[in-house]
């Protein structure tokens, strides 16, 4: 099987899914090491070159329900 | 009264549950199946808290131990300690996510690829679908959501129609007599056929469905019910199934009763705030 990976702090992190809501693309991601470390990440429309963390509480919840719809 | 002796098979983890008298092996289906209406009230109660919900959790893991052994109610019981286990591991996997999803810095999105084990894809889902049930069952504050989320679960289960089919059949047939067996491994069996190749995820649907089971313990402690016959009967149900989706049905109003007035509330505050402003009133929790 094969999938896409990004690497953030020098760790393989494997996409499991990308969900899109208001031109903000949030990143569900895993360690190929260790699936258990886990981490959603996003980038915006109009920066699709970087990744980065969540915001608030509020903004993980959001990707949550993202994905859970 | 007619004696029955049911087995209910919970995958390969678990040791099967053993309950007597057939009044309560209906109980058990009764209630097992109106869970939500339990979880959802300890919810509500608890200030929709997964921290509180899962104290409630340990708390009736003391009382279901007392319960256990008090001879009335014979449950040669599951291995909870596994469930518990499974709650808490599930709310550990949402803690470190969070944490994970909040801290760090900018990286690069630029895409490799590899190819990976099959087995590493079902595990990494399953986490993130745990996680994301415990975080969202930890923030959200309409018990209306909490339904969804069960009924989501619920789905998940009647897709294989193997378990509301035998219980529906049980109920008709009045086949309570024997052994009657709830195939939680057929059930994972059909998931695969289905598609969902993933035993995790089978897994997770077989301990959220555990929880509702909390609900029969607690009612060993109070008087035996009615049979189901004479409850229906005189409640004026017909169905089973139907009984079951407008009770949730009419949860679900009441949520969203209960959510329309807090949201005219809020309405009304701001709408004070904004005549006054020096009003320190801000709404909200």
Do not use: C
């Amino acid at each position: 099987m094969e999938i896409e990976y990004v690497i953030i702090d020098d760790k393989r992190f494997g996409v499991i899914e990308e969900k899109n809501a208001n031109d903000i693309t949030y990143v569900f991601l895993a360690n190929l090491e260790d699936p258990t470390d886990q981490l959603i990440r996003k980038y915006t429309k109009e920066n699709s070159e970087d990744l980065v963390p969540l915001d608030s509480d509020n903004e993980f919840q959001f990707a949550l329900n993202l994905f859970n719809n | 009264m007619e004696d029955s002796n049911v087995t209910i098979h919970r995958g390969g983890k678990h040791e099967p549950v053993n309950i007597t008298q057939h009044e309560e092996v209906v109980k058990f289906f009764r209630e097992n199946r109106d869970g939500g209406k339990f979880m959802s009230d300890e919810l509500r109660r608890n200030n929709s808290n997964i921290d509180d919900v899962l104290g409630v959790f340990d708390h009736r893991e003391q009382k279901k131990a007392e319960t256990v052994d008090s001879g009335r109610f014979r449950v040669e019981r599951i291995d909870s300690t596994s469930r518990m286990n499974q709650g808490r591991a599930a709310k550990e996997v949402s803690d470190r996510l969070r944490k994970n999803s909040l801290e760090g810095k900018k990286s690069s999105n630029s895409r490799g690829k590899t190819k990976t084990d099959k087995n590493w894809k079902t595990a990494a889902v399953s986490l993130l679908i745990i996680a994301s049930f415990a975080g969202g069952l930890g923030l959200k504050d309409s018990v209306a959501d909490v339904y969804s989320t069960i009924k989501k679960t619920d789905e998940l289960k009647q897709e294989t129609r193997t378990y509301q089919q035998q219980i529906d059949e049980a109920f008709t047939n009045k086949t309570f007599t024997g052994d009657t067996q709830i195939d939680y491994e057929g059930i994972a069996q059909m998931l695969e056929k289905d598609g969902i190749d993933n035993k995790d995820l089978y897994m997770t649907v077989a301990a959220l469905g555990e929880v509702k089971a909390d609900a029969v313990l607690d009612s060993a402690s109070n008087p035996p019910a009615d049979s189901i016959e004479s409850y229906m009967r005189n409640n004026n149900i017909t169905s089973i199934n139907d009984w079951m989706e407008k009770t949730v049905q009419q949860e679900i109003l009441k949520d969203q009763e209960r959510e329309t007035q807090r949201q005219l509330d809020t309405i009304f505050k701001d709408s004070e705030n904004t005549a006054s402003p020096k009003s320190n009133n801000i709404g909200g929790k």
